[in-house]
């Protein structure tokens, strides 16, 4: 099944694991006949951005969708920093359950959408824990 995309000017995606940028000043559309990883720069995170344990979940997700070649790698990588946050915050648990389960069905873009609301926990765990005056 075909996917229409428009891109913006200056708006970059990764289609197929290629960095595409519009360089034009007038939005374009591209048609994309088959399945590719696709990620529109909305959905990109760079590494430097990743600045907290959950939004390093998000990368190494994101990197699992467009490197299909070092999946294995990103997957340990995935385990070891889950395994982290879950004995640091035990209440990120059903997160994780439903992030790795669309891993191990190799649905990786579907995870990469529940690490944002995994993100957003993180936000709000963090937002509580500075209103109420305690360390992180």
């Known amino acids: 099944m075909a996917l229409k995309i428009s891109l913006k000017s200056e708006e970059r995606a990764i289609i197929g694991g290629a960095v595409v940028r519009n360089v034009s000043k007038k939005t374009i559309e591209l048609l994309i006949e088959n399945e590719v990883p696709l990620l529109r720069e909305k959905e990109l995170l760079s590494e430097s951005k990743a600045d ?8 190494v997700i994101q990197l699992m969708y467009v490197d299909p070649q070092n999946v294995l790698q990103h997957q340990k990588l995935y385990w070891q920093i889950a395994q982290e946050i879950m004995e640091a915050a035990p209440s990120t648990a059903p997160f994780f359950s439903s992030i790795s ?8 873009y579907q995870a990469l959408k529940a ?3 995994l993100i957003d926990y993180e936000k709000k765990v963090m937002s509580n824990a500075r209103k109420s005056g305690g360390s992180v």
């Open 115 to 117: 690490a944002k609301n």
């Open 52 to 59: 907290t344990a959950c939004k390093r979940i998000y990368f």
């Open 101 to 108: 389960e669309l891993i191990y069905e190799g649905k990786y």
